[in-house]
Nanobody, 122 residues
């Protein structure tokens, strides 16, 4: 089992920045990829970004490319999502997820955190 805990959400004005953190505990050695997803009110959950635990390779959704950066600290078992140039369309609950099997895919993750709210005001 892997436990994931997100932090760092909050309220920010358009154009501002936030950094989300996801701390992993448990059988973290079994994880292949870590991802960030988001779900806005009334919408389906969508992929945001992913990173390989092993080599740090990354993948982003087109909507966040150039604005968001995913990174990891293997020693701390923590993944980060640096979000810059935020706009109201980025408002959502952001979830951290872990994938045991595949590399950088956008679906099929095995473990999920509880989520952290990000609200961007105009």
């Amino acid at each position: 089992q892997v436990q994931l805990a997100e932090s760092g959400g909050g309220l920010v004005q358009a154009g501002g920045s936030l950094r989300l953190s996801c701390a992993a505990a448990g059988r973290t050695f079994s994880m292949n990829t870590m991802g960030w997803f988001r779900q806005a009110t009334g919408k389906e959950r969508e992929f945001v970004a992913a990173i390989s635990w092993n080599d740090g390779s990354t993948r982003y959704a087109d909507s966040v490319k150039g604005r968001f950066t995913i990174s990891r600290d293997n020693a701390k078992n923590t993944v980060y999502l640096q979000m810059n140039s935020l706009n109201p369309e980025d408002t959502a609950v952001y979830y951290c997820a872990a994938d045991r099997w595949a590399l950088l895919r956008t679906t099929g993750y095995d473990y999920w955190g509880q989520g952290t709210q990000v609200t961007v005001s105009s």
